[in-house]
């Protein structure tokens, strides 16, 4: 509460008056509260790349960080017998890079649409949009599981436990909120610029692809990261249509294979399970300011 | 204002003709393939879609519309279809048993076969093909008469000596055939279960390899008899008529190979009505909302308590960098690190609390700490999250704000519950109950923590304390195996539509969101 009065207080008076011993207290209570809710934060992170170093078979007794760590447990699960890891990563790396392209490209041609177009039925369809994007593909599980079911019977590749079935529902999972987001972007963008490129002669298309679309990048940035980062992180529906072991992605064998084998290859699990963390921490560092845009102007967490 | 006028050059209109014409025929031919196997709902509902395609790309009263066609196409197959086909399935059988359409069972049924008592029985000789690819039979009846028997066309009996058989050796057999080796005993028992599948001669007259020695002409066990809607055992003469998806003889004897049937409101019923269904489905919601509400409290709490209490702290941004480090983490990775660290054997959380406390709580097995552990790991998952936006929103109000408010002597205290917490909850809420049907139907921490258990028992179908309605709908159409029932986890997913589109209607009443779509 004290922290409260300081936060507008602290706009008027300076800060270079000397510490009083009850603000010295106050800072020490702070820095303590701060360093366990550090601990909490930090602590399930530092540990997993601390077993993932630790040549040791088990952890019992063992210390937090291992007397000699070394690339073992690395090694060994890229070369595990028991299961494809670099298979599940590769897998994992061209779904999400699919969808990401798909995404991008299908709600950018929408929402461009839907912001400089009028046409009959225009209110009408963004409110099914808005409407539909509600119902997370999850809860329509069991009828998208049957669905593929019978699409396979007749396409093969559409069916379950194929990649193009997961690209698919995950480029029009989350295609409502992105579509709004670029509709609400492109209607920040003057629309004179779209006018005088028509009245030179270009059709809509040029218009779009030379004009509009350049201006339009941060947002296709944020809707490009948010899709990559939810794809290469859905489990659930992965996990219900994938099926064959070299078909898995990287988030449903870590699950099957923690499952199955924790006891016996803890250090390989944790090594994976790291690795698999890598590509969204890469992309998430230098990208950080979009995905919170997106997330803060979608209000969904992905 | 902003209208457009869209002049289509006819050179762009050809082409669209083309290439529109090429995916109608495409998904015709889809389209005829899936009514021919009766699946009749996704074979309309493709042809409602196509429809719409056409009109949206041959008609140019709709050329606006074709920036959007193919995704919209795309959400109405795997967004929509889906929505409506659950309302189906949930006053359906479908389930282990009743997996397929009608016309599909039939035709699963009519292709088994058997061996009639009075059916002919052969022996016979296998010839491989050059290239190993394919084979033939060389069938003799019991009156000698020898037969050409290839996959896919009918028997030929044939002497042996004329065409492309060379002459016989004492058995009556041929010693060769043109573009095809001889196999001797010892070359055909290692590929007997692959020569055993193969189907010689042309339906419904096939012969089958039954034994090293003998092969038998097969017969179609079933057959469908359209005029009375029922499936005749060629064997015994029985009839099965349809009995809600399967078919039954008048004894009551059921054929394994059921259909989907209409079977009206009974999921709902079996739940709604069933005491000892619907008291633990009481228990599981209660349990769901309070998960849900406890994840976006105390990541809410956490979220605030951080931001208000770091705010002017030196190296607060050491801090912040190191507070949402749990966010970039996959959540799935996430949780299954808790799930290790937690393991009572392996963990290294089990060793501190015993030094500490004498004993470490049971994190998978008892319900209350497993209960405990998932909210906790959920806030750890999601804390981040709601301390950006917190930030973000706090640093939104304006400072004038709080300059009325110390003229009107409130004091700190005062001003964070009377000023802060108001503007700050209002700014946040639409974000709140979006979080919290979002942890409504959190599926990942459930399932990956603990798989929903630990198990409440004597239920009529396996449910678990920790189980939420999605995990337990997860459970019931995946994981059960033998017992699948994807009607009943239809239903209930009918029932989580229901309770999702009530805190959407809520949100909305909060949100902007309706009017931006103007």
Request: glycine residues 6%.
């Amino acid at each position: 509460m004290d922290a409260v009065q300081n936060h507008s207080t602290s706009r008027a008076v300076s800060m270079r008056k000397p510490i009083s011993p009850r603000k010295l207290v106050r800072y020490f209570l702070l820095y303590l509260l701060a360093v366990a809710l550090i601990l909490f934060a930090v602590i399930p992170a530092l540990w997993v790349v601390s077993a993932s170093l630790n040549p040791a078979k088990s952890l019992i007794g063992g210390t937090f960080f291992p007397a000699e760590p070394s690339f073992v447990n690395y090694e060994e699960l890229l070369s595990s017998e028991f299961f494809p890891y670099a298979k599940w990563f590769v897998n994992s790396l061209k779904i999400a890079s699919i969808t990401t392209v798909i995404t991008v490209f299908l709600t950018s041609l929408a929402g461009y649409a839907l912001s400089r177009f009028r046409f009959q039925g225009r209110r009408v369809l963004m409110l099914a949009i808005l409407v539909l994007n509600v119902f997370p593909s999850i809860l329509a599980m069991v009828a998208i599981f049957s669905m593929l079911q019978q699409l396979g019977t007749v396409i093969e590749w559409i069916g379950l436990d194929t990649h193009a079935a997961l690209i698919l529902l995950y480029s029009t999972g989350s295609m409502g909120i992105n579509v709004l987001l670029v509709k609400a972007y492109v209607d920040s963008i003057p629309v004179e610029l779209d006018e005088s490129a028509l009245v030179d002669g270009a059709t809509p298309w040029q218009t779009f692809r030379h004009i509009v679309f350049p201006i339009m990048t941060p947002i296709v940035i944020t809707i490009g990261v948010l899709t990559f980062i939810a794809a290469y992180g859905d489990f659930v529906i992965a996990r219900v249509l994938l099926k064959s072991s070299e078909n898995l992605t990287v988030m449903v064998g870590l699950q099957l294979f923690q499952t199955d084998r924790f006891d016996q290859d803890f250090g390989v699990i944790t090594a994976g399970a790291v690795l698999a963390a890598i590509p969204i921490i890469l992309i998430y560092i230098p990208l950080q300011k979009y995905v919170i845009d997106g997330l803060t102007a979608g209000s969904v967490k992905g | 204002m902003n209208k457009i006028a869209i002049v289509i050059p006819t050179r762009s209109y050809l082409i669209n003709l083309a290439i529109v014409g090429a995916i109608l025929i495409g998904a015709m031919w889809l389209i005829t393939s899936l009514f021919a196997q009766g699946l009749v709902p996704l074979g309309s509902a493709l042809s409602a879609i196509t429809v719409f395609i056409a009109l949206i790309y041959l008609r140019r009263k709709f050329t606006p519309l074709r920036w959007l066609g193919i995704g919209l196409a795309l959400a109405m197959l795997f967004t929509l279809y889906p929505l409506f086909y659950t309302l189906y399935i949930s006053v359906t059988n479908m389930g282990s048993g009743h997996l397929m359409a009608k016309q599909q069972a039939i035709n699963r049924l009519e292709s088994e076969l058997y061996l009639p008592e009075s059916g002919a029985t052969y022996s016979w000789t296998a010839f491989q093909s050059a290239d190993g690819a394919s084979y033939v039979l060389w069938l003799i009846d019991a009156d000698g008469t020898g037969y050409l028997a290839r996959p896919g066309s009918p028997l030929e009996a044939v002497t042996p000596g004329t065409g492309i058989v060379g002459a016989a050796d004492e058995n009556n057999i041929p010693l060769t055939l043109e573009g095809y080796e001889r196999l001797p005993l010892n070359r055909t028992v290692p590929i007997i279960t692959q020569l055993s599948a193969i189907d010689f001669g042309e339906a419904p007259n096939t012969v089958r390899v039954s034994s090293l020695r003998e092969a038998a002409a097969l017969q179609p066990k079933y057959r469908y008899d359209a005029a009375q809607d029922a499936i005749i055992d060629q064997e015994t003469g029985e009839i099965y008529r349809p009995v809600e998806g399967t078919f039954t003889s008048e004894s009551g004897e059921e054929l394994p190979i059921g259909y989907i049937d209409y079977i009206g409101a009974r999921h709902f019923q079996n739940f709604l009505g069933n005491e000892g269904f619907r008291e633990p489905l009481l228990a599981m919601l209660m349990w769901n909302i309070t998960f849900a509400f406890c994840s976006v409290f105390f990541s809410f709490c956490v979220g605030l308590i951080v931001t208000i209490l770091f705010e002017n702290l030196p190296g607060k941004r050491v801090i912040r960098a190191l507070l949402i480090i749990p966010w970039p983490i996959p959540v799935l990775i996430s949780i299954l690190i808790w799930r290790s660290m937690l393991n009572p054997d392996l963990g290294f959380v089990a060793p501190i609390l015993e030094s500490i406390f004498g004993s470490s709580p049971d994190w998978f097995s008892n319900v209350g700490w497993t209960r405990l552990a998932v909210v906790m790991v959920n806030v750890w998952l999601s804390y981040p999250y709601f301390y950006v936006i917190t930030a973000g929103a706090i640093r939104s109000i304006p400072g004038e704000i709080y300059d009325a408010a110390l003229v009107d002597g409130a004091s700190g205290w005062g001003k964070f519950y009377h000023v802060t917490l108001p503007l700050l909850l209002r700014i946040m809420m639409p974000l709140l109950i979006a979080s919290f049907t979002f942890n409504f139907n959190n599926f990942n921490v459930i399932y990956i923590f603990n798989f929903g258990l630990p198990p409440m028992p004597n239920t009529i179908v396996p449910m678990g304390y920790s189980d939420i309605l999605i995990s337990f709908v997860y459970r019931l159409a995946f994981v059960t195996s033998n017992v699948t029932n994807y009607g009943l986890a239809a239903a209930i997913t009918v029932l989580l539509f229901l309770l999702v589109a009530g805190l959407v209607i809520i949100q909305l009443r909060f949100t902007k969101a309706l009017k931006e779509t103007a």
